[in-house]
């Protein structure tokens, strides 16, 4: 998260720069299809290159690919996109095969196989896709020319007979876009090098000094008188600055000729400025997190060492705990195990217990200690106090209880038990883990030993 706000704030300050710097670039694409397979074009790959070549000596910088194919579509205007992430003026030209389908425009590539509608969108370059790498750019200012309003060569396999292109319903701020004839009408091919729109279009385009409105009315104004009214060029603009094809020397273009894109690029900047003392603010915030995150882990991990002390300290107690060697005395008798079984409520016969040291938490209601006690030497009748003390996989004392049996002057040896559980069957009341009972006889601790529950 740190790595990532560092990131954007790098990111943030490279904008500030390029936003300085952004009106000294031209960079255009220019594409030129014409080999198709099922209608093939004359005009498009002259109008490119020469597009190419008109705009080169306008200041342009210039990607031309022509017969594209697909892939070579994609790869371009990826490439196109990247570049103009740089700033400056943006200029998108293509000429060729170019379809509408349920509202969208689509540039068609060279072997495009296309049989239905609903190919369009795999085996095209949507229109969109240009103006979506110029809004991700964020250069300012962009100028879309489509020379692609040609019939539809694969009309024989679509449900739709919509002529033309579409109007694109939304750009990106600062774009200007036109079409080489009304939306939904088609444009004329021409007969001698270039198409009418697109010889009108270089023909003017060189005039110094001529604002882009202006120079595209004198298109639109030459095309309806050569075609009488029938191709008549249609243009969408969002500018609100000046651009001039050809500067004549004495003006260069900008993106913020006019006072209101000068405050537009300084509201920009205090909207970057605000962001950067946001982002700052952020990585105050994560730093705090990051320190409190450490301290919770420091504390967690002495939690985990204390536990791992109790459990170290309970098995050295368990090491210590005599097994048959140690005496109690005044009973004249020593340890000789103790072992642990289930139960029900109440006890079973001794040739009916199974010992074991591990029992299940979902179906034990009981379990029991026996504790055998030897007497080496015969003595006298006596009673006495045992007392067990229960403590769950926590060290946590959970029981303790007392009761007083007795020994004979005959016997050679004992068996004492008692236990711990629920009357009746019940769920979540044993917890997995180790529990440890510890055995009192008289107040002194003669013995303590574990079982599992799981």
């Not at 007083?404 to 009746?424: C, D, F, I, K």
């Amino acid at each position: 998260m740190k790595k990532v706000i560092i990131t954007s704030l790098l990111f943030l300050l490279f904008i500030t720069v390029s936003l300085s710097a952004a009106a000294e670039q031209r960079l255009a694409l220019v594409i030129g299809n014409g080999s198709y397979d099922a209608a093939p074009l004359a005009n498009p790959v002259n109008d490119a290159s020469d597009m190419a070549a008109a705009l080169k000596k306008l200041g342009f910088t210039v990607i031309l690919k022509n017969n594209a194919n697909l892939e070579v579509m994609e790869e371009a205007i990826e490439d196109f996109g990247n570049r103009l992430k740089k700033g400056g003026i943006g200029l998108f030209f293509y000429a060729g095969h170019g379809i509408q389908v349920y509202g969208s425009n689509y540039l068609i590539p060279i072997g495009a196989k296309i049989k239905k509608e609903s190919d369009i969108k795999y085996r095209a370059v949507n229109a969109g896709r240009i103006l979506d790498e110029m809004d991700n750019a964020a250069n300012g200012m962009n100028i879309v020319i489509l020379d692609a309003c040609r019939d539809n060569p694969f009309s024989r396999g679509f449900r739709s007979a919509v002529r033309g292109l579409s109007i694109i319903p939304s750009a990106p701020r600062g774009t200007f876009i036109t079409y080489s004839t009304s939306p939904g009408n088609v444009a004329a091919d021409g007969k001698g090098r270039n198409s009418p729109y697109t010889e009108s279009l270089l023909k003017h385009m060189i005039t110094p000094n001529l604002p882009i409105e202006h120079l595209f009315k004198k298109v639109r104004q030459e095309l309806a008188n050569k075609t009488n009214g029938q191709q008549i060029p249609w243009e969408l603009s969002s500018l609100s600055g000046d651009f001039y094809f050809n500067t004549g020397g004495a003006r260069q273009p900008t993106l913020s000729n006019t006072a209101s894109e000068k405050t537009d690029l300084e509201e920009e900047r205090s909207k970057l400025a605000e962001e950067k003392e946001r982002l700052r603010k952020e990585a105050e915030l994560l730093a705090e997190k990051n320190a409190l995150a450490e301290t919770r882990r420091r504390i967690e991990e002495e939690h985990r060492k204390l536990n791992e002390e109790k459990l170290r300290l309970a098995h050295v107690a368990k090491v210590e705990a005599v097994r048959g060697t140690r005496s109690i005395d005044f009973l004249n008798a020593k340890v000789t195990h103790v072992k642990f079984f289930e139960s029900g409520y109440g006890s079973p016969p001794m040739d009916q217990r199974s010992y074991r040291t591990s029992f299940s938490k979902t179906g034990t209601r009981y379990v029991n200690w026996e504790l055998t006690l030897e007497y080496p030497a015969q003595g006298k009748k006596k009673e006495f106090v045992i007392e067990h003390i229960w403590h769950n996989p926590s060290s946590v004392e959970i029981f303790r209880s007392t009761f007083n049996p007795y020994v004979l002057e005959n016997w050679t040896y004992s068996h004492h038990n008692a236990g711990y559980g629920w009357r009746e069957k019940a769920s979540n009341t044993w917890i997995a883990g180790t529990y440890r009972v510890d055995l009192y006889v008289e107040g002194v601790k003669i013995a303590s030993e574990t079982f599992n529950m799981y």
